[in-house]
């Protein structure tokens, strides 16, 4: 279901950078990406690595929660198959995945945002040619639909906070002069408005200035409604201009 | 009641590794505004002696109860800023580091911007399990000054010596009738082209007499519990079994020559076509005679690729030891991946020998690569003087072995080099051949819990840091047992392992790392789960609960993972300080309730 509610998101998305999660285990995966780092082998910035000390240690439930709070991808990568520092924590863990797997699938989310995969102290080649290639895929695949959901409700319960959305709200309990099919729109479109607002807001609060196309990137939001909403917030007083990045100009909260 | 986590962070540039890439001080001002975080500086290099006062002063004049260090790999780092946190009176389990240079600054280095961002995000995750992390005690244990050698070769005989004389009891087993390992049955040794004997028969008669080393022959191992400083052992020999109990273990049980199969490259087909081993035994005993020609081909059995992934998935469910009894069985016929080291130099060593006995005897040596390394150089510039052939092969067009009417033998080869198909008669045809892992390895290796690569050889603790340590706290391994070794090498690391033990024994104490399993009895209805799982055997069930018994437990955390009623967790690796981590990556505001 959540997936059809961010299908315009996530196409808006497409250019988006994803966020992924690796639990690499110390022996091995950990070691792989250090030595990535000494070889100098380049890859995209859009990993963050959790040492854990064997991949068996792995509870299903750390999967789970890291897509719940919103990661784009989840990776797991452990000693290849008799590699285990601890004889066979990987095996453990490989079993373990079959099941994993099959939860993730029928939440909703696409399995092949969560992946298992076996990198050595000695392959940091491989490590680096390995996030290359998830970053693309999960980048293929669009934002986290947790991560989009969080945003949006957030920003949700921000604009039932604002005074503009409060007041409309508010207003429609006492006797209105217009016609109430009108109202309804009017209050629509202006709820709409502010979740929006609070959608940017909230970016710029997380991530410091930011462009319009940066906006658009985390919020999935069209780039010509983020300019509309910018205009309205800097008359309000609550963003401006921040300097220029690439020849675009920044926004930042006042 | 806890106290108020104050936070310090340090921020490295190690010279321009990272500061050439991340904005530090950028990163700096960050730390400073996250929640719990008392003080944040950076330092040109902070692993640096003034680095690390500028740590330790920093402690005492902001009164900070943790430290994170944002600089290189923990794997290498951890343990100084750890003992500098001592010294400081912080407990050292009190420390985290982000890993902001292998982890970024090296693999982003044409992205200043986003590695900067990434920076941030990383000393973020760092700060929030800094905030849970908990003071730990590490396990100690008294260990017994008595060692056990499995293996009485040139190896074993080495460290079993090198500890006897510094006063330690040794006992030192050997399966075979006789000590002295493969050396004994080799000939000559290069470069030297002294007898074997001059090396091996020395030690034996160290060995023998000495009145602190035991020495059993046809004796082996049949089981072995217990941990570090106290192992139980129990042997089997020719004067029935007997248990020992011993404070460290050394393993340096060897390794094996590999036969070709039947029919490769006409092995066991003509009689004249022999390993190296068998020339050696050959010239040893001068069966050679003034042959015209001899063809040496290098590399048989051994070099043969990377173990395919797709092989080992054919058996992804199988535990490490099913597992390779498979690969061994595969490989018996295709050959071993790896380079054997030694076969170079050993097939230069016997045709020097061949050369120097009959000058008029041609000597051809098909090679692939060839590794001559260090001295050895002279000793092929040696060979090359007299005049033995050196002919270069490719890569997938093997040399072919045949027969010819008049019962000489024929080579038929590609030379590299010229391009040209050439044929060489030969009296004798001689296969270079790799040492492999001993059948008995695996049995051997799932007692003492030591894993096994996928070389089929055991495994050290780390290739370059800790070349004689296994990951079992108090075993040890030495010569061919973790892979080929030519005998100055097996010395070298016999030596190197007792200098380890020895080290455990003279302390008479050892501590163990505190990452292990914590049982909430609360919670444990003594199901057993946990002894099941767990490789080392260190959870027990006793009066209805699992008790972990700390000494034993290497920090794995499987039990944790599989615990049905989630009573188990890991001592600085507990499910809060893992997700913690993500938790402050993808929602940074959730900082502010850690540890609240």
Redesign the interface.
């Known amino acids: 279901m959540a997936k059809d509610v961010f299908e315009e998101e996530k196409k808006a998305g497409k250019e988006f950078e994803p ?1 992924i ?1 690796a639990y690499c285990c ?2 091995c995966s ?2 792989g ?2 030595l ?3 070889s ?4 995209p ?1 859009n990993i ?7 991949t ?7 999967v789970l ?2 897509l719940r ?3 784009d991808g989840v990776l797991i990568a452990g000693c ?10 990987n ?2 863990m ?3 995945f079959d099941y994993i797997k099959k939860a993730v699938n029928s939440i909703g989310i696409e399995p092949e945002r969560v992946r298992l995969e ?1 990198v050595s ?2 392959e940091g080649g491989k490590w ?1 040619a390995l996030i290359r290639e998830m970053t693309e895929q999960i980048r293929q695949l669009g934002p986290s639909p947790f ?1 989009l959901m ?1 945003r949006k409700t957030n920003a949700t319960i921000d604009a039932f906070k604002s005074q503009r959305l409060r007041w409309i709200v508010g207003r429609s309990q006492v006797k209105v002069e217009i016609e109430e099919e009108k109202y309804r729109q009017v209050a629509d479109s202006i709820m709409q408005e502010e979740i929006e607002r609070h959608m940017i807001t909230g970016a710029l609060k ?1 991530k410091g200035p930011l462009t319009v196309e940066e906006i658009s990137q985390l919020t999935g939001l069209q780039p010509s409604r983020i300019v509309q909403h910018i205009i309205a917030l800097r008359r309000s007083g609550i963003v401006n201009e921040a300097g220029m990045k690439n020849r675009q100009y920044l926004y930042k909260l006042i | 009641m806890k106290e108020e986590p104050r936070i310090g962070v340090f921020i490295c540039h190690c010279g321009i590794n990272i500061g050439g890439v991340v904005n530090v001080p950028d990163v700096t001002e960050y730390a400073k505004t996250l929640p719990h975080v008392a003080y944040a500086e950076h330092n040109l290099y902070t692993c640096s002696e003034a680095g690390l006062a500028a740590i330790k002063e920093a402690i005492k004049e902001h009164n900070l109860n943790r430290v994170v260090v944002a600089s290189c ?3 290498t780092h951890e343990p100084l800023f750890r003992a500098t946190c001592k010294e400081a009176d912080l407990n050292p389990y009190l420390f985290e580091m982000a ?1 902001i ?4 600054s ?6 200043p911007e ?2 900067t ?2 920076a941030k ?2 000393v973020r ?1 760092a700060v929030a399990k800094a905030v849970l992390l908990e003071p730990q005690t590490e396990p100690e244990v008294e260990v017994k000054d008595v060692s056990l050698v499995i293996g009485a070769g040139v190896a074993g005989m080495t460290a079993a010596l090198s500890m006897a004389n510094q006063g330690f009891k040794v006992y030192l087993i050997e399966k075979e009738k006789e000590p002295g390992g493969i050396t004994r049955k080799l000939y000559k040794l290069y470069p030297t082209l002294a007898d074997s004997s001059e090396v091996v028969e020395p030690l034996i008669e160290a060995v023998k007499p000495h009145k602190n080393i035991e020495l059993m022959m046809s004796t082996t191992l049949k089981d072995v519990s217990g941990y570090v400083g106290n192992f139980n052992v129990a042997l089997t020999g020719p004067t029935g079994d007997r248990e020992i109990n011993v404070g460290t273990i050394i393993v340096a049980s060897g390794s094996s020559n590999y036969t070709p199969p039947k029919g490769l490259y006409q092995y066991g087909v003509y009689d004249h076509v022999i390993t190296q081993r068998e020339l050696d035994e050959k010239i040893r005993k001068g069966e050679i005679g003034k042959p015209e020609r001899i063809v040496m081909i290098q590399c048989v059995g051994a070099r043969k690729g990377e173990i395919n ?1 797709s092989e ?1 998935e054919a ?6 030891a099913e ?2 009894r498979k ?1 061994l069985k595969a490989r018996k016929d295709e050959g071993w991946p790896y380079c054997s080291r030694i076969c170079c130099m050993n097939a230069i060593k016997n045709a020097i020998l061949v050369k120097e006995e009959s000058p008029q005897t041609d000597v051809v040596i098909l090679f692939g690569d060839l590794r001559v390394y260090k001295e050895y150089e002279d000793f092929y510039r040696r060979a090359r003087d007299l005049e033995v052939r050196f002919i270069r092969q490719i890569e997938g067009v093997p040399p072919e072995i045949a027969q010819v009417p008049e019962g000489k033998l024929q080579a038929l080869a590609y030379d590299a080099l010229s391009g040209f198909e050439v044929t060489f008669p030969a009296d004798w045809v001689v296969l270079s051949t790799p040492l492999i892992p001993n059948r008995d390895e695996i049995t051997l290796a799932r007692m003492l ?1 030591i ?4 070389d089929g050889f055991m ?1 050290e603790a780390h ?1 370059k840091l800790r070349p004689v340590d296994t ?1 079992v706290d108090g075993v040890f391994i030495a010569g061919t047992v973790s892979g080929p070794k030519d005998v100055s090498e097996s010395i070298i690391s016999g030596e190197a392992a007792a200098a380890r033990a020895s080290i455990l024994m003279g302390n008479r104490k050892v501590r163990t790392d505190a ?1 292990t399993a914590v049982v909430d009895e609360e919670l444990c209805i003594g199901c057993g789960l946990c002894e099941e ?1 767990c ?1 080392y055997g260190a959870p027990k069930i006793e009066e209805g609960k699992s008790k972990v018994r700390e000494i034993l437990c ?5 039990c ?3 615990c049905p009623r989630r009573a188990i967790t ?1 001592r600085h ?1 507990g ?1 809060h300080q ?2 913690v ?3 402050a ?5 959730s900082l502010k309730e850690v540890g609240a």
Not at chain 1, 40 to 43: D, P, V
Not at chain 1, 48 to 54: H, K, Q, T
Not at chain 2, 101 to 104: D, L, N, P, Q, V
Not at chain 2, 554 to 558: H, I, N, P, Q
């Open positions: 966020l999660v110390n022996w950990y070691a990406a250090d990535a780092g000494t100098r082998f380049e890859y910035t963050r690595i959790v040492r854990i000390m064997c068996g240690r792995m509870d299903p439930t750390f929660e890291t709070m919103g990661a290849h198959p008799g590699d285990c520092h601890y004889q066979k924590g095996y453990m490989e079993k373990r076996w102290a000695s680096a991560r969080r997380e | 790999t923990p794997r890993n240079r292998e982890h970024c090296w693999v982003h280095m044409h992205e986003k590695a961002e990434k995000d990383i995750m992934p080992l058996f992804p469910k199988s535990d490490t597992l390779l690969i819990k894993p096994i690569g996928t495994m290739l990951n990452i799982i490789p290497r920090g794995c955390g499987s944790a993972a599989e890991m690796f499910d893992i997700l981590q993500v938790k990556l993808l929602i940074p505001e």
